[in-house]
């Protein structure tokens, strides 16, 4: 993981100092006004170190192998290979993320079980990552779906956590679970037309396949209306046995 730099808000600290200069101007004493300023500059300061460092996002796995050899056949250049494994990064933590909240909030898993959303969230991601150049084809999903879909999952979290709740907060959660429904039915939707293509592709496999074989049983077998004249073979057999 990237270590961050944690950045001290000088402007805080500026305001803080002239606050407290001001303050102790009040006195009418240089120096008073001053050490005030020191003071209330020194403790803004303290607060800034001691601040929580912002996390950083995860770095991308190596790249393995077997990945760098499918992403050669699929026709991929070096920036584009980064720049797909970034996207597919991102939107992986996404999913997880969703997962998590799903995990969490009752209501949110049952809009999930409903859909089946979390396995469409699951074999979309995998189907983009086969197919690497059709990531345009799944843009809609990866940047907007995807995205929207967890931040209405993280709001609803933090709405139904609220101690109070008004007629209008359940309204908002309702609108907000209605949402969920409807954009995991369009993910649904689009995942069925994004994997449209493999399933063309089967079909016409099979119907090959199955020209193939017609051709072959057709030479092996009595073609239908037909009768084989065993006459021949049971005198060649009479004739053996005298």
Known sequence: ???????????????????????GLLSQQLWLALFVALVFGGARLIGELSRPKPQAPEETP????????????????????????????TAAAQIREFDAIAARVPKIKAV??????????????????????QLAIAGHFIYEQLPNLVSIAKKYEAISHHEVKTQDTYDVLTTAANTLSELAESIRTDYATF?????DDLEADLSLAKKQITPRLA????????????????????????
């Open 1 to 23: 993981m990237k270590k961050t730099q944690k950045r001290v808000r000088r402007w805080r600290v500026a305001i803080w100092t002239a606050g407290g200069f001001a303050l």
């Open 62 to 89: 190596p790249l393995t192998d077997k990945m760098a050899a499918h992403y050669a056949d699929s026709g991929l250049s070096d920036s584009e290979i980064d720049l797909f494994r970034e996207t597919m990064d």
């Open 112 to 133: 999930a079980l409903n859909h089946d959303l979390q396995d469409v969230l699951h074999a979309y991601f995998k189907a983009v990552v086969k197919t690497p150049k």
């Open 195 to 199: 994997v449209e293509t493999d399933l």
């Open 219 to 242: 030479e092996s077998t009595v073609q239908p209306g037909h009768t084989v004249d065993l006459t021949h073979i049971k005198e060649e057999m009479e004739n053996t046995h005298e």
